[in-house]
């Protein structure tokens, strides 16, 4: 039982650690993208402020600056070399599929869709202000850390998150063992050697047996 209870914990962290362990393209310094009023909201996902669409947003071309300041129109360069990087290290993938998902990875317009989505959070007057602070030095210095800090900041809240579980985990040690036995219990199989309430006993007859037959007593004959 203590053994079963113990792999609880590891399990717990498995998506955690299984994300951890794929790499994934440099995220760009952007800035925040809170959720616009009509946008789905992802299952699962924490509620976020509903935001307004501003009423002048910031044009084509300052979208194109600030995603170059950013590095952000680097994005589809990053996201190409991964897919390829994955694909390609299976080694029964045919070339010409790998060849058709290169060509198609190529072709596909990210910068578009990425205009799109500055346009509902940010007005010209705040991109004026964005990309002058990103042109000092504070602001080169902040784009060229933010993939460090952005790994650091994750890898230390995964730590927190899994030090905080264990610890609960150890405070109820003796509620989940009581728990997970009485699961167990409720969910065992059926033992081969109980019959089911209905069951015939192994061994006996599916057949009912006749019952005896009676005869009736017939009066006696009398002797002449």
């Known amino acids: 039982m203590r053994k079963a209870l113990i792999s609880i914990t590891p399990l717990i962290f498995t998506l955690a650690a299984c994300s951890q362990s794929t790499p994934k393209p440099a995220t760009p310094a952007s800035p925040a993208t809170p ?28 979208v194109h600056e600030l995603m170059e300041l950013t590095g952000t129109d680097k994005l589809k360069d990053q996201l190409t070399q991964y897919i390829m990087r994955n694909i390609e290290q299976a080694p029964f993938m045919p070339k010409d599929v790998i060849d058709d998902m290169h060509a198609s990875l190529e072709k596909a317009d990210i910068n578009t869709a990425a205009a799109a989505t500055y346009k509902k959070y940010l007005s010209t007057d705040d991109a004026a202000a964005i990309i002058a602070f990103y042109k000092t030095p504070a602001g080169k210095s902040l784009v060229k850390v933010t993939p460090q800090i952005m790994s650091e900041v994750e890898r230390g809240a995964m730590q927190t998150g899994q030090g905080i579980a264990r610890e609960v985990i150890d405070r109820h040690r003796p509620e989940i063992e009581a728990a997970q036995k009485a699961y167990q219990a409720q969910h065992a199989p059926p033992s081969l050697s109980t019959p089911a309430p209905g069951a015939k006993a192994p061994g006996t007859s599916s057949t009912p047996t006749p019952a005896p037959a009676t005869t009736t007593p017939k009066p006696a004959t009398p002797q002449g």
């Open 35 to 62: 959720t616009t009023a009509g946008a789905p909201q992802q299952a699962g996902a924490p509620a976020q402020p509903v935001v307004a669409p501003p009423a002048n947003p910031i044009t084509d071309s300052q």
